[in-house]
């Protein structure tokens, strides 16, 4: 007698024969989105390709169905009847056997629906912000385009004045029990796709699929404080459930324009101040703004170009808190591009009282 082999699942899924639920379902969930015939269109390979991620899934995610296989495994590589690979499960020719794809992605309709809620899906938007509307907050209208229950039919899926029937194929139980070798397994039933009904009678507006695309004005409050980069999540704010199901969530990422004098790290704002030498020299309180008001700032005299001065709390506001980062300044002394006569003199005038600004630089370079 020829071996037979079954067919590889953990292979096609690309993970180890002691992957966990979760990296069998993430790993999943990866192949079957780059697969799914509704991203492929027209694609035989492709389609081919999701039938078996779907038929490996589908058996390794439920743990009684697993163990059964390691089993078969282990009997098939002894030498048992038959050639070729094949599954110990049944065919898996059709998508309806997998009663949690279409759900799981928001593909596909008609009668395969099941009655059962579903969540909505999160919504997620980068959203540009002016660099002062960071800071003071904003409300916001997002334009988005949501799945939502039928308005004609409700989300039933069925032609109003009509209603789902029961499967005939499996009776309404929603599966079909199957035998092949010393397996007996419960399959879900390819037809009604587990929910034991099928729609004969469509609707006209959403195909029978209970869903429906709409476009949707979201109002939202953006807190002050938000950053470049950030995500800030909106409960509740997402597409709406089907059947019932809760809302899923908003995320909204900002983008911040850059400000022409601010820089801002974190809640902190940072400020380049430019000085005339005379300030530097003799001190000065220049007017400066800050991004709550203008202020004037102490410069006492001899302050070096570079010096740094802190205000405190005049920073950004922190996201949802009460306080405020600080604002640092960092004064930069200019000399005049331009000299008259007058001025001139008058430099060379000061520059006789001068100390030489190097000549401990000279000292130490003797040595």
């Known amino acids: 007698m020829n071996g037979r082999e079954l067919k590889d699942y953990y292979k096609i899924l690309g993970v180890d024969k002691n992957a966990t639920d979760a990296e069998i379902k993430k790993a999943f969930h990866k192949l079957a989105r780059k697969h799914h015939p509704d991203a492929n269109k027209g694609d035989k390979e492709a389609e081919k390709r999701f039938k078996e991620i779907s038929?490996?899934?589908?058996?390794?995610?439920?743990?009684?169905?697993?163990?059964?296989?390691?089993?078969?495994?282990?009997?098939?590589?002894g030498g048992g009847p038959g050639s070729g690979a094949e599954s110990p499960f049944g065919d898996a020719s059709d998508f309806g056997g997998f009663s949690d794809l279409f759900d799981l992605f928001g593909f596909g309709g008609g009668q395969g629906r099941g009655s059962e809620s579903v969540r909505g899906n999160d919504l997620h938007y980068e959203v540009?912000?002016?660099f002062d509307d960071a800071l003071t907050g904003k409300e916001m209208v997002i334009n988005a385009r949501v799945?939502?229950?039928?308005?004609?039919c409700s989300?039933?899926?069925?032609?109003?004045?009509?209603?789902?029937?029961?499967?005939?194929?499996?009776?309404?139980?929603?599966?079909?029990?199957?035998?092949?070798?010393?397996?007996?397994?419960?399959?879900?039933?390819p037809v009604c796709a587990g929910s034991g009904q099928v729609i004969e009678n469509p609707c006209a507006k959403c195909g029978g699929s209970?869903?429906?695309?709409?476009?949707?004005?979201?109002?939202?409050?953006?807190?002050?404080?938000?950053?470049?980069?950030?995500?800030?999540?909106?409960?509740?704010?997402?597409?709406?459930?089907?059947?019932?199901?809760?809302?899923?969530?908003?995320?909204?990422?900002?983008?911040?324009?850059?400000?022409?004098?601010f820089t801002r790290n974190?809640?902190?704002?940072?400020?380049?101040?430019?000085?005339?030498?005379?300030?530097?020299?003799?001190?000065?309180?220049?007017?400066?703004?800050?991004?709550n008001g203008w202020v004037n700032l102490k410069i006492p005299a001899g302050t070096k170009s570079g010096k740094v001065f802190r205000?405190?709390?005049?920073?950004?506001?922190?996201?949802?808190?009460?306080s405020h980062?600080?604002?640092?300044?960092?004064?930069?002394?200019?000399?005049?591009?331009?000299?008259?006569r007058r001025q001139k003199q008058l430099l060379k005038e000061l520059a006789e009282f001068d100390d030489d600004p190097r000549k401990n630089i000279y000292a130490k370079a003797k040595k």
Do not use: W
């Open 55 to 77: 038929e490996a899934y589908e058996v390794l995610h439920n743990p009684e169905k697993r163990k059964q296989y390691d089993m078969g495994q282990q009997y098939f590589s």
């Open 266 to 291: 974190g809640a902190d704002i940072l400020l380049t101040l430019p000085i005339s030498f005379s300030e530097a020299a003799l001190g000065a309180k220049p007017k400066l703004p800050t991004t």
């Open 128 to 130: 540009k912000f002016e």
């Open 311 to 322: 205000l405190k709390g005049k920073g950004a506001p922190k996201l949802h808190a009460s």
């Open 155 to 189: 989300g039933t899926g069925a032609k109003p004045g009509t209603g789902p029937t029961t499967c005939k194929q499996c009776g309404g139980s929603g599966s079909i029990a199957q035998s092949q070798g010393f397996f007996s397994l419960s399959r879900t039933c």
């Open 210 to 261: 209970g869903i429906v695309g709409h476009d949707k004005k979201i109002k939202v409050n953006v807190p002050a404080g938000i950053e470049d980069g950030q995500t800030i999540k909106f409960r509740g704010h997402g597409e709406p459930g089907i059947k019932g199901g809760p809302p899923g969530d908003l995320y909204i990422t900002a983008e911040v324009r850059p400000h022409p004098i």
């Open 325 to 340: 980062g600080d604002m640092f300044v960092k004064v930069n002394i200019t000399p005049p591009k331009k000299l008259d």
């Open 147 to 152: 799945k939502d229950d039928c308005d004609t």
